[in-house]
Structures are given as C-alpha cells and as structure tokens.
C-alpha cells in the first residue's frame, strides 16, 4: 500500500501546482531540489523519481518558505534537518521569520513577485478603465518606458503593465508625473542586468539542474532586491514624516 502512494514528478508536479496555482513550478525545479539535497525520491529501477508522502510535504514546506518568508535554500536546508532530527523549526505559520516592521507586508510583496501576470491579456481600453488612469496618462507612461505592450503583440498588455498604469495613476495624484518616474525605470534596468550577470554563467552550465538553480536564483535575488529597495525608501523617508 506504501508503495501505491508514491507520486511520479508528473504527478507530484501536478498536485503542486494545483496547491500553489500562483507559482511557476516545473520539473526543472523538482529535480534542482533533489540535485540539492533538499528532498530524495526514491528511485525505480528504471531510474523513474517516486515521491511518498513526506517528499510531498517537504516539497510544501520549501516552496511556502521560499514564497511567503523569503528564506534562502541554506536556511531552508536548517529548518529540513532539524527536522529531519526530530526536532521544531521555526514556524512559518506564524508570519515572517523576522518583525513585519522591518520587512513591511510580506503579503504585498509576494504580490509583486507573481510570475502569471504575463499570461494576462487586456485591451488598451480595459487597461485605462480598470487602471482608472486617461488616455494622456497612459501615452505618457509608454512614452517613456514605463508600459508597453505584450511581446508579439500590438494591441493587448498584459498584467505588469495594468499595475504600473494603476500605481501612476495614484502617483499623478500627488503631482508626481511619468517624467518623475524615468528614474524607477533606469534603476530596474540596472538591477535586471545585475541580475543577468549572476544568472547567466548558472544557466549555461552544463551541471545538472543549471536551469532549476538559475530559476532560483532569480526568485532569491529578486525578493532580497525588493527588500533592500523598500528599507533604503522607507530609511531615507523617515527625516520627512
């Protein structure tokens, strides 16, 4: 019966993304976890994975910490071999692993890592009406940079550019025009082509799992990204309030 149980990585995968529909789980990812230590199927004498019941459920407890606490692999692997040794890691039900006042809304942030906004489709028209922005707003806004349509595409965005259209919006109400914003843009660019840099070497080895391992690098540098950015704001603010 124990056996029975067992879930090949197509149906271990499936029953994950069913459970975490907002992430972009792949196989690529599953194998990275094993290549890393982190969970160890059990192996078919075809070489086939074969994941019980506890592979399951610490495959749950690393994509929860990675996607709602931000913690890296090498904290992740503590927690894993605490328990691994019978004893209670840190809970991650109980919020982040450090005071929601220094990281801000863990919540939010989340939000703002989605990967499935890209899959959004919408009208110029349904963008200005949802964004509640005008026709001039959103012209401006693409005039420099700041939203642009889906690749391959000419008449629909997608649903990066509706939150950007909708976080202008409420920016213009303070007098803060698409011109003040070329900034943000500059300053994204630069943190991409960083990001580029240490990724790139990973995804070009031929080590396996390069992929999963450059995937994740992604993730983990761009919420340390977002924190860094939002404590230096919200640091270099404090003196105005």
Do not use: C, W
């Amino acid at each position: 019966m124990r056996q029975a149980a067992r879930k090949s990585i197509g149906q271990a995968l499936a029953e994950l993304t069913a459970e975490f529909p907002d992430e972009d789980i792949k196989e690529s990812k599953l194998r990275f976890l094993e290549a890393e230590g982190l969970v160890e199927p059990e192996r078919t004498p075809s070489g086939y994975r074969k994941y019980s019941t506890q592979d399951m459920e610490r495959l749950r407890y690393i994509i929860r910490a990675q996607r709602e606490h931000y913690l890296p692999l090498k904290v992740i692997r503590e927690h894993l071999e605490a328990m691994d040794r019978g004893l209670e890691p840190p809970s991650l039900n109980g919020g982040p692993t450090v005071p929601v006042g220094v990281l801000g809304d863990g919540t939010a942030a989340a939000e703002l890592l989605r990967s499935d906004r890209g899959d959004v489709r919408i009208s110029r028209r349904e963008l200005i009406k949802t964004a509640e922005i005008t026709e001039e707003l959103l012209e401006q806004l693409e005039t420099y940079g700041l939203v642009h349509t889906r690749a391959g595409s000419r008449q629909h965005y997608d649903g990066d550019a509706l939150v950007v259209a909708k976080t202008a919006g409420a920016l213009a109400a303070f007098g803060i025009e698409p011109r003040h914003l070329r900034a943000f843009k500059t300053a994204a660019d630069r943190e991409v082509g960083l990001v580029e840099q240490v990724v790139t070497p990973i995804r070009r080895s031929r080590e396996d799992g390069a992929e999963g391992r450059a995937a994740q690098a992604v993730d983990e540098i761009a919420a340390l990204s977002l924190r860094l950015h939002a404590t230096l704001v919200r640091s270099g603010l404090r003196a105005l309030r």
